[in-house]
């Protein structure tokens, strides 16, 4: 596990949701690359950045991997969850995961940050929309907070960060 001095961030989401656009906007400015290539299958991403630990995954895959993900879930002290929210088909499945996760016990303290992402996307839903989907004022005795971020430019991301960081410091 982690040191107790390092704090873990989990990533989590669908495919294509922009998980590694925005991871590759957390990572420290000289290990970012240039073009992401769309996760598959399972893949782990992980970097230090100011103590803290980001590690992402994708939810893809019908759960194939869940077991091999929940071992992450007991060095979490953060979740950040990514929807698409463009992707109305696909938001009942991202609500699916996202009530398994909530039910870990490993999870059940840990605050989860939102991003409604793609915001920059016409069609796009609001993050008031999306979280009345994913039904998130049920949930009452954890920290949670949803904010529209476009992954590309960076619109949103770092106010979400910042009230990440609040919750674990
Ligand atoms: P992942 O599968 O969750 O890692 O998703 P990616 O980071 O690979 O992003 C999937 C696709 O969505 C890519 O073509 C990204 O360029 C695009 N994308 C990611 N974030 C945004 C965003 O905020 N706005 C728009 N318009 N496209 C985005």
Not at 6 to 26: A, E, F, H, P, Q
Not at 75 to 93: E, G, N, Y
Not at 152 to 166: F, N, P, Q, S
């Amino acid at each position: 596990g982690l040191g107790p001095e390092k704090v873990g961030v989990l990533i989590v989401g669908l495919d294509n949701s922009g998980k590694s656009t925005l991871l590759n906007r957390l990572r420290p400015k000289k290990a970012r690359t240039a073009d992401v290539v769309p996760t598959i299958g399972f893949q782990v991403e992980s970097f230090l950045k100011h103590g803290i630990q980001f590690t992402a995954f994708d939810m893809s895959g019908a759960g194939r991997y869940r077991s091999l993900w929940e071992a992450y879930f007991k060095d979490a002290q953060a979740v950040i969850f990514v929807i698409d929210a463009t992707d109305l088909v696909r938001m009942c499945v991202a609500k699916d995961e996202l009530e398994l996760m909530l039910r870990h016990p490993d999870l059940r303290k840990v605050p989860f940050l939102f991003y409604a992402n793609k915001s920059d996307v016409p069609k796009c839903w609001t993050a008031l929309q999306c979280a009345q989907a994913l039904q998130l004022d049920e949930n009452k005795d954890k920290p949670w907070n949803i904010l529209a971020s476009n992954a590309l430019t960076g619109e949103g991301v770092e106010e979400g960060i910042d009230w990440l960081a609040e919750m674990i410091k």
